[in-house]
């Protein structure tokens, strides 16, 4: 199967931003165009910007995986201003507090601190999924995918939260995080499994975000939160296929697969019924 063209939502402010409809499913259906955008840091929308994503495409439903740190650091973005519009805040990263989801540079695991101790960090330390203090439990052989697999394991009611934000909205629901590949890609990868997208077209969408790293570091360069980040490009992976390969791979090798995992951590079959009604019609 050849791959599909990603719809690409053209943003002045913004970065990595695309509709997912049009991804083909194993039943020979396909995902509705207008129903799920994806996207990275939105801090930075224009006016133009915003008509395009709330009066044009009908963005209703932020879902912003950011860290509370990051969110704080960042300050109420343009979309929070935007009438009709909800922001679902859902870090994927233990809360310790005030300083919720710190993610130090060398790690990916959360320590709590002193107060003293998370001031200091929130001067110096780094933010983005890739700057992880410890290596992540060794699961499929593959490091990135093994650290997407540890959202799932410390967050996964705001994984299953993230879902259901997507299926209730009325209009179109909008998913970002900072860059808009790591969280942002488990959670949209998540969603197309359960409606049935096939395997081979959401390894592509998300693999798709190589085409925008260029404009990631640019719009994540904006601001003194991420300029630390991104200060060598090539220091962040890749979003190749073999790590979403092995993510849902790691998923669908559980009992009842990935709905099975999501069914012990309060997703319903109902919750599939109508995630599947909002992405397919």
Known sequence: MSAAVPN?????GGANARDVGGLPTTDGRSTRAGALIRSANLQHLTDADLARLVTE???RCVVDLRTDV???????GPMTRQPGVVIHHLSLFPETGRTADRVEQGGEGIDEQSSDEQSSDEQGGMLLP?????RPPAVTGVPVADLYLTYLDQRPDSVVAALQAIAETDGAALV?????KDRTGVVIAIALSLVGVDRESIVNDYAATEQQIGAIVRLLRRTQTYQREVADPAAIPAPESAVMTAVLDALSAGSG???GWLAGHGWTSADTDRLRK???G
Do not use: M
């Open 176 to 180: 970002h995080c900072a860059a808009g």
């Open 130 to 134: 890739w700057h992880h203090r410890h």
């Open 278 to 280: 909002k992405l397919l």
């Open 57 to 59: 495409l009908g963005v």
């Open 257 to 259: 697969g990935i709905e």
């Open 8 to 12: 690409w939502v053209e943003l002045e």
């Open 70 to 76: 990051e969110v704080e650091a960042e300050g109420p």
